[in-house]
């Protein structure tokens, strides 16, 4: 453990002597390795080890956070201090520690320190082979390799103390295609909350020769033409534009402030009834899972909007006391140096019953979007753009012409009304979802879909 359980009960009740209700330490040791290779020379190899403990107060509304570097006691009981003087006076009492037991498992067969930095290398020399061995217009190829093993404690005034050791492992290839004049990009990752076996699981080079076909493909695309039309969004890719467009507006910090268009909706019909959006940190080895939040709550699966209707959203502890209510697991922080705050885990849409084959054969005219390009979202109102980096023109139930410079524009709610066909292929993709300045690990999916009267902006002219 990484802070004995005397030295958690004494910064946790100075705290509160200090003027908390509520009093937090998160302690964590993280070692990491990152690497990247371009155009086949290694432009990156770090590693690093990083510790350090936060200390959070809470009185009412008011928070304060107060992050150190290292375990030293007398630092830990100095953050203590200035985070409970944050608060003002007056403060609460300690429980006893009692360690909290239960979650899901993320079994790691293959430890990423198991394999020396030369290793690692091969991986990237692997997936540069698949993509050069893909077609000779690819003109360049970036790799990507990151690992991390974090070894975290919670600990708060309420009596809760809980750990996990969490191993990720990552790898993700940008190809770059030209031919006369005209460039286009690919890209694909792998990832997961387990450790080196995932390579054998799926090849580097299998990585590096898709993100390398993407890009060929579309050297072949003609510019896309714009107005409203049948979207057709792809499974897996597409769960981007539902996490952003949707799920942020689902997290609990933007309800309370009344940021989301989904506030004081719970019970309402707020999307077609094919469609039912969950999150779910307790998938084992998915990439945004974890055992527990990192509020100490053991994470679990949430049902967001149930066949169309709004049931609930996603909570860390601070936003669930305020709503009298309890958290959902979705606590999350970028690091010891960052408060938690209501984040994502997995998010993802549930299967439907028609095929892919069906949903488009269903399509007489319209857009299939294959990957996503990432876009904006106003949790506001919901209002999205998204660039497509792969798209295709559907034409008589077939997809056909590859189409370049597209970008989807609509609106989260009445993109989630309009779908009127779910098909039984889901799968998930894994990214890092950025918000307030914090980066989290956090899966996204759904199976292929369709929506209606969703608006392409082209460059057809």
């Not at 993280?30 to 107060?57: F, I, Q, Y």
């Not at 191993?167 to 770059?176: I, K, N, Q, S, Y």
């Not at 699981?201 to 072949?220: C, F, I, S, Y």
């Amino acid at each position: 453990m990484l802070l004995d359980e005397r030295l958690m009960q004494k910064v946790i009740s100075r705290a509160l002597e200090e003027g908390g209700d509520f009093a937090e330490i998160y302690a964590e040791k993280r070692s990491s390795t990152n690497l990247s290779l371009e155009d086949g020379k290694l432009e990156k190899c770090s590693s690093g080890l990083d510790t350090g403990v936060s200390v959070r107060a809470v009185k009412g509304r008011q928070t304060s956070f107060v992050s150190t570097d290292g375990f030293e006691e007398q630092a830990l009981l100095e953050a203590a201090r200035l985070a409970g003087q944050g608060v003002a006076a007056g403060g609460g009492g300690v429980s006893d520690l009692r360690l909290e037991q239960g979650g899901v498992v993320h079994p790691v067969r293959r430890q990423p320190s198991d394999m020396e930095v030369a290793g690692k290398v091969v991986l990237l020399e692997q997936a540069d082979r698949g993509a050069r061995e893909a077609g000779s217009e690819v003109a360049q190829a970036m790799i990507g390799y990151s690992d991390t093993v974090s070894e975290v404690l919670v600990a708060n005034s309420e009596g809760c103390m809980a750990t996990e050791t969490r191993t990720r492992v990552r790898l993700v290839a940008h190809v770059v295609a030209t031919r006369e004049g005209i460039m286009q990009t690919g890209y694909e990752s792998i990832g997961a909350h387990r450790g080196m076996e995932i390579f054998e699981e799926r090849e580097p080079k299998d990585v590096g020769g898709t993100a390398a076909g993407k890009a060929l493909t579309m050297l072949d695309s003609q510019p896309a033409p714009s107005g409203k039309m049948s979207v057709v969004l792809h499974r897996g890719f597409g769960g981007v534009l539902f996490h952003e467009a949707c799920g942020h507006g689902l997290e609990a910090d933007a309800v309370e402030k009344g940021a989301s268009v989904y506030a004081g909706r719970v019970g309402e019909t707020v999307a077609s009834e094919l469609v039912t959006l969950v999150d779910d940190g307790s998938i084992s080895g998915e990439w945004g899972s974890n055992t527990i939040d990192d509020e100490g709550v053991i994470t679990s699966r949430n049902v967001l909007i149930e066949a169309g209707v709004l049931k609930g959203y996603m909570y860390d502890r601070i936003r669930a006391r305020n709503a009298e209510t309890t958290s959902t697991g979705n606590g999350r922080r970028q690091s010891f140096r960052h408060p938690p705050i209501p984040r994502m885990t997995n998010t993802f849409i549930l299967a439907g019953d028609s095929t892919a084959e069906q949903v488009i054969g269903a399509t007489d005219r319209g857009f299939y979007a294959r990957t996503l390009s990432g876009g904006q979202v106003d949790p506001a109102t919901g209002d999205f753009v998204f660039g497509v980096s792969e798209g295709y023109l559907i034409e008589g139930g077939s997809v056909g012409t590859p189409l370049r410079g597209a970008t989807l524009i609509g609106n989260g709610p009445e993109a989630l009304m309009n779908v009127d066909m779910v098909a039984d292929d889901f799968e998930m993709n894994i990214g890092v979802c950025g918000k307030d300045g914090q980066g989290v690990p956090a899966g996204s999916g759904q199976p292929t879909l369709r929506i209606q009267g969703l608006t392409v902006g082209g460059t057809e002219v």
